[in-house]
């Protein structure tokens, strides 16, 4: 699942240019910290309750993803991102359609 969602991700930030995929690379690198810091910080505060911890950190990995999830609604609802997928498609479109 990871690896479809990855290429997917990337075929989008390559809509937009090196910038995007530069962008798409350090947001996976800062979101690796900052699940490895969820989880230590979930052990620390709740240190010998290992259910309550781990459904701590999986609350906040939810909240996290669903935080994802409508920032990447909103950005394709944006104007400018829905013209280049547009764009996109009828090329996409076109070269099949021929070939």
């Known amino acids: 699942c990871s690896a479809v969602a990855q290429s997917s ?4 930030a390559a809509l937009f240019g090196d910038g995007a995929t530069q962008a798409l690379q350090s947001g996976q690198g800062v979101m690796g910290v900052v699940s490895v810091l969820l989880r230590v910080v ?4 709740l240190a010998g309750r ?12 939810s909240a996290l ?5 409508a920032a ?27 070939a």
Not at 9 to 12: F, N
Not at 55 to 61: D, K, L, P, R
């Open 9 to 12: 991700l990337y075929g989008l």
């Open 42 to 45: 979930s052990n620390v505060v």
């Open 50 to 61: 290992p259910s309550t911890s781990m459904f701590a950190f999986c609350s906040c990995g």
């Open 65 to 69: 993803l669903a935080g994802s999830v």
């Open 72 to 98: 990447y609604a909103r950005a394709v609802c944006d104007d400018s991102v829905a013209a280049r997928l547009a764009a996109y498609e009828r090329r996409r479109l076109s070269a099949t359609a021929t």
